[in-house]
């Protein structure tokens, strides 16, 4: 009796763990081809001569980034929009960076006045250029404080009401601010307050001055692993929970907020290695609490491209941080926790955040090992079981296969046919060897988390010099 019950409980969780994936899926594919369909014809460039555009200020903190920081700063003047500062965060790097940025971009310490009044680190200097060129640019040393730490300087030094938090050392495409900006322009019944866009994977892509030109798959497994379960995340996932306006996150990567939300709420949490998610759960929330309607909005346009883990070791650290920061935030937040008076963000998005992002693991690990008690006792009811294991097994590879697939459709980033047959490979091997991977990063993330590891663990990266084109 005691298998017949756990077999049809499992298939009880297996399925509707699966209906939900394929609901969210559902939801992204209309919306999906409602965006392309409402933007068709849209054209973006008349806000590059619209007095009605706001200015935006871009803020990119830079930790220790010497080998690249030249070309990454030179990358973010190809952004096409008429009213934008670049701000350039120095945060106490220990290599020749701010030399570097000095040298090259003719600066000079300047007298500054601070707009907002966040706590950080005690600023060195704030420089301008000498170089007409160059007077957008705005560079910041401060010591060192965290990536928080530094957004939030750039935030005190800011002009305009919009701003963009990007990782330096991403591409971002040249008409991302247009994109990003849009929807705090177009709705009126409610607010705004932040928006983000598809992150893309460059490695192996071909890159020249600060361009994709050519768009690769990846050499390595581990990194087209990768290129499916972003895919997956970014257009099965965070689309759909746009639409619900149950989102929680809006990637480190690339992300636009409204700035004066942003200081009423404090700034970005110094005490979390997940401020991304945790700035944008922290401003639901204040909203929510001053009954105030607002949205956060997901484009599916690839906005930005960003190198990814090659190795086993450098991905498990980037994974160990995303669990131990998400944790954090769903703790800070838990008040939130199927709490009506939060709406759609408490009644749907958090607990999916906390049941499917967080316990998920957990729960699947102590599978694993129910299984195997199971088969150690010999009280397992094989035929149920491999249906079981068969079922859930193609359901990964089409949920995956058909991210891959509608991608395609959509923006055709992949223009040749060896390039697809690459990636409709890795949905069949992902289950079996890279789920297994992050299941275990996870624990680990759990562990480190009771442990009371804080810190970053910031990421080595090859640089796109290396990218080869095939």
Known sequence: MADIFFNNLFLVIAALIMAIYLFLGIISMFQLIEYKRANRYTDFSTLLSSPLAPGVTVIAPAYNESKTIVNNIKALFTLQYNNYEIIVVNDGSTDDTLDKIIKEFDLIETEYIAYAALPTQPVNGIY?????????????????????????AGINVSHFPYFVAIDVDCIVVPDALQKLVKPFLSHTDNKTIATGGVIRIANSCKIDNGQVLQVNVPDEYIVRFQVVEYLRAFLMGRMAWSKLNG????????????????????????????????????????????????????????LCWTEVPTTQDALQRQRNRWTRGNIDTLKIHRKLLFNPKYGRLGMLGYPFWFFFEWLAPLFEAGGYVFMLFLLMTSIINWPIFLFLLLFVYLFSVSF???????DEFTFHRYHRFAHLRKLFIIPFIEPIVYHPLNVYWAIRGNISFLKGNRKWDKLERKGFSNASPQ
């Open 247 to 302: 989102l929680l996150i809006i990637s480190g990567a690339l992300g636009m907020f409204d700035k004066d939300i942003v200081v009423q709420c404090g700034g970005y949490n110094v005490n979390t290695v997940g401020e991304d998610m945790e700035l944008v759960v922290r401003m639901r929330r204040f909203l929510y609490d001053q009954k105030i309607k607002h949205r956060v909005e997901y484009i599916p346009d690839p």
């Open 128 to 152: 301008k250029s000498r170089n007409q060129a160059y007077s957008f640019l705005t560079v910041v040393d401060k010591q060192n404080g965290g990536k928080a730490d530094a957004l939030n």
């Open 400 to 406: 995956s296969f058909y991210a891959v697939l509608f």
